[in-house]
């Protein structure tokens, strides 16, 4: 059973292009976060998503960024126009329904040119 | 409440010792805590959980205290050893499925041989 796939594991973008960060859940997993973290500092909440569906995004900023988590496929997280102060790495979760335990992606380090 | 832009507290133990780890929580009516390890360009990986309703569980050279009147949660780490070196974060969860799970700001623990 495999665990949390995302990719790309690093990613390099210049300003202004777009980024996106494909998240795969556990098998059987319904539920879906997007964290955000930047070097010796904690992981920043941005969005919880169930299948179609967007439970949370109060951590998202309110431009350039976006996230689906569609019927079928992976969770996409999508950086339009990035800067550099988007630099960072983020992680994906999921979890079953009613479950609260995460498992953790191994992380898709953005960085911006 | 969510993760700010400090540095990593730190602690270091030696090799064999018992390392307790602190953790001051916001919310109080979150209802279910847990302690993430993260080891350097890894994603976070679950140790341990518990709900409010207890004040200590055991796990397998670990356990977690819950103290709901300070907020304050700790993870003692037994007979320490040099693969323990990482860093650890608390995070807290409502009792809702909406409700996100909010991590705090970690220990990095460091391991003398």
């Known amino acids: 059973n495999a665990g949390v796939m995302q990719n790309p594991r690093h990613l390099v973008r210049r300003r202004g292009q777009e980024a996106r960060l494909r998240c795969s859940p556990m098998?059987?997993?319904?539920?879906v976060y997007w964290y955000r973290q930047l070097p010796e500092e904690g992981l920043k909440f941005m969005v919880y998503l169930q299948k179609e569906n967007i439970i949370d995004e109060s951590g998202m900023p309110k431009e350039r960024f976006s996230a689906e988590f569609p019927k079928e496929g992976p969770s996409i997280l999508r950086i339009q126009q990035v800067v550099r102060g988007d630099s960072a790495a983020y992680f994906c979760?999921?979890?079953?329904?009613?479950?609260?335990?995460?498992?953790f992606g191994s992380g898709t380090q953005l960085s911006v040119l | 409440g969510e993760s700010v832009g400090l540095h990593l507290p730190t602690l270091s133990v030696q090799e064999g010792d018992n390392s307790i780890i602190n953790c001051a929580y916001s919310n109080s009516a979150s209802d279910y805590f847990i302690w993430y390890k993260q080891e350097s360009g890894k994603g976070p990986q679950f140790i341990i959980d518990i709900r409010s309703n207890m004040d200590k569980r055991q796990g397998q050279r670990v356990t977690v205290l819950l103290n709901k009147t300070v907020k304050h949660l700790s993870l003692q780490i037994a007979a320490t050893q040099p693969g323990d070196s990482a860093v650890y974060f608390c995070?807290?969860?409502?009792?809702?499925?909406?409700?996100?799970?909010?991590f705090g700001p970690g220990t990095s623990l460091s391991v003398i041989p």
């Open positions: 995070a807290e969860k409502g009792w809702t499925s909406y409700d996100k799970v909010i």
């Open positions: 098998k059987g997993h319904s539920h």
């Open positions: 979760a999921s979890s079953q329904v009613n479950n609260e335990k995460l498992f």
